[in-house]
């Protein structure tokens, strides 16, 4: 008797099992924190809220940021801020792991709002950008490698 299907159901595991470990293998998987808003940005699972007062920090890569602090961006790679409209902030760009870069606040034009700072290639620029969460604070950046995607967005609350 023929079969109506060609692909066996052993042949279809196999593809699936294929597909999984390519996926992972090429970190396209979750970092795993189950809250299921991640945006295929990247990585970013956020956006995440951050409270007025506390400091952002940010650490660049070749060609995207890692959050450092608070702990809720720790280790991910272009988060996604949420923050409240009307309330001042600070990102700073604590640690350069390699090439020269700058930190500016984005309008939806990608014109800067805030900052730029200096380009450097320091290791530790302990460079600091201060502005108004509002309807011009679209994302954060960094101008030289805006292209290839070292930038994260901002949401208002």
């Not at 007025?52 to 961006?73: F, H, T, Y």
């Not at 001042?88 to 700072?117: K, R």
């Not at 290639?121 to 030289?144: I, K, M, N, R, W």
């Amino acid at each position: 008797m023929a079969r109506d299907n060609p692909v066996s159901r052993r042949t279809a595991l196999k593809l699936t099992g294929a597909a999984a470990s390519t996926a992972l293998v090429a970190g396209c998987s979750s970092d795993g924190n189950g809250d299921g808003n991640g945006d295929g940005n990247g990585g970013s699972e956020g956006p995440y809220t951050i409270e007025s007062g506390k400091e952002i920090k940010l650490k660049s890569n070749a060609q995207s940021w890692e959050g450092m602090a608070p702990s809720k961006i720790e280790g991910v790679e272009n988060p996604d801020l949420s923050l409240t409209e009307g309330e001042t902030y600070t990102i700073t760009w604590a640690e350069n792991e390699q090439g020269t870069h700058n930190l500016a606040i984005y309008d939806d034009s990608e014109s800067a709002v805030a900052g730029p700072t200096e380009k450097t290639d320091d290791s530790e620029p302990g460079l600091s950008v201060e502005f108004e969460a509002s309807s011009d604070t679209v994302e954060y950046v960094c101008q030289p490698h805006y292209g290839v995607g070292m930038h994260g967005s901002i949401k208002l609350e």
